[in-house]
């Protein structure tokens, strides 16, 4: 299934988040030289997130790149009061991902890469777990896929071309 990808206004503020960053080392004959890779999250708090890599001889420069990327990644997923839908389970190549929405003030029950990119988008409530891999790259990209994936009841309505009192009554 495609992402659909949003393009945003300049106006709107984007907050970013580094996930993880990694120190990557070239061997060559004048000896060792260090660069820095960075993922990073960016999002608006209200639905709508990108993910993006920056590699740079150093740290700031490479988060600084991993923002741009991200801001030319977005898509938009849907929230519902502070949680997601329904529940989804989406693989990444080896990362597995399980999400479940939550009553209100259960807070997030999520961890490392997949909380980043949770509360960029603007959940506050769900319920995640990580099975498989712990690579934060594949972590990332299997929850956005997730989030960019789930279809609430107006998109639903949408797609079968029919009211939303049709959509709750079958």
């Given at each position: 299934?495609?992402?659909?990808?949003?393009?945003?206004?300049?106006?709107?503020?984007?907050?970013?988040?580094?996930?993880?960053?990694?120190?990557?080392?070239?061997?060559?004959?004048?000896?060792?030289?260090?660069?820095?890779?960075?993922?990073?999250?960016?999002?608006?708090?209200?639905?709508?997130?990108?993910?993006?890599?920056?590699?740079?001889?150093?740290?700031?420069?490479?988060?600084?790149?991993?923002?741009?990327?991200?801001?030319?990644?977005?898509?938009?997923?849907?929230?519902?009061?502070?949680?997601?839908?329904?529940?989804?389970?989406?693989?990444?190549?080896?990362?597995?991902v399980f999400l479940r929405p939550a009553a209100a003030g259960t807070g997030m029950v999520a961890g490392g890469a997949m909380r980043a990119v949770l509360e960029?988008?603007?959940?506050?409530?769900?319920?995640?777990?990580?099975?498989?891999?712990?690579?934060?790259?594949?972590?990332?990209?299997?929850?956005?896929?997730?989030?960019?994936?789930?279809?609430?009841?107006?998109?639903?309505?949408?797609?079968?071309?029919?009211?939303?009192?049709?959509?709750?009554?079958?």
């Open positions: 299934m495609a992402m659909n990808r949003v393009k945003i206004n300049s106006d709107v503020e984007l907050k970013d988040k580094l996930v993880a960053i990694n120190r990557v080392t070239k061997v060559t004959k004048g000896g060792r030289t260090f660069t820095f890779a960075a993922i990073v999250v960016v999002g608006d708090g209200n639905g709508v997130i990108g993910w993006g890599l920056g590699k740079a001889g150093e740290v700031t420069a490479a988060i600084a790149k991993g923002v741009e990327s991200a801001k030319k990644n977005l898509v938009k997923v849907p929230i519902l009061k502070g949680t997601i839908p329904h529940e989804m389970e989406v693989s990444y190549d080896g990362a597995k960029s988008a603007g959940v506050t409530d769900v319920l995640a777990k990580s099975k498989g891999s712990s690579n934060p790259h594949n972590l990332v990209k299997a929850t956005i896929l997730a989030l960019s994936q789930m279809r609430d009841a107006y998109i639903v309505a949408g797609d079968r071309g029919i009211s939303m009192d049709k959509v709750f009554r079958g």
